[in-house]
Nanobody, 126 residues
Framework: QVQLVESGGGSVQAGGSLRLSCAAS????????MGWFRQAPGKEREGVAT???????SYAASVKGRFTISQDNAKNTVYLQMNSLKPEDTAMYYC????????????????????WGQGTQVTVSS
């Protein structure tokens, strides 16, 4: 059974940094896509960044240049380094997995991801 567990959320001031972690277990696919998503109150869940089994990454325009997704295969962990945080980055952040190549980071591809973590809250104050 696939399990994804996020950690690393918290409260920071604008301009600060956080690193989120997603520990995966029970995932045995050779080809996969791991993604970070976020959902603010009253808004749709949106894609933030993805990384595939070969290390190729993709980002939403709103976070490009500020966020970095990476993975440690030995630890079965995916990270999201978030720098220059803004109040509009405030949301619940979710890790998700898909046993296929990564779809584009677009609103209509969120539902393609099969496995989801419980989320970790990120709050950025101005």
């Amino acid at each position: 059974q696939v399990q994804l567990v996020e950690s690393g959320g918290g409260s920071v001031q604008a301009g600060g940094s956080l690193r989120l972690s997603c520990a995966a277990s029970g995932y045995t696919y050779d080809s996969y896509c791991m993604g970070w998503f976020r959902q603010a109150p009253g808004k749709e869940r949106e894609g933030v960044a993805t990384i595939d089994s070969l290390g190729a990454t993709s980002y939403a325009a709103s976070v490009k240049g500020r966020f970095t997704i990476s993975q440690d295969n030995a630890k079965n962990t995916v990270y999201l380094q978030m720098n220059s945080l803004k109040p509009e980055d405030t949301a619940m952040y979710y890790c998700a997995a898909l046993p296929a190549i990564c779809p584009p980071v677009r609103p209509d591809t969120v539902s393609a991801f099969q496995y989801w973590g419980q989320g970790t809250q990120v709050t950025v104050s101005s």
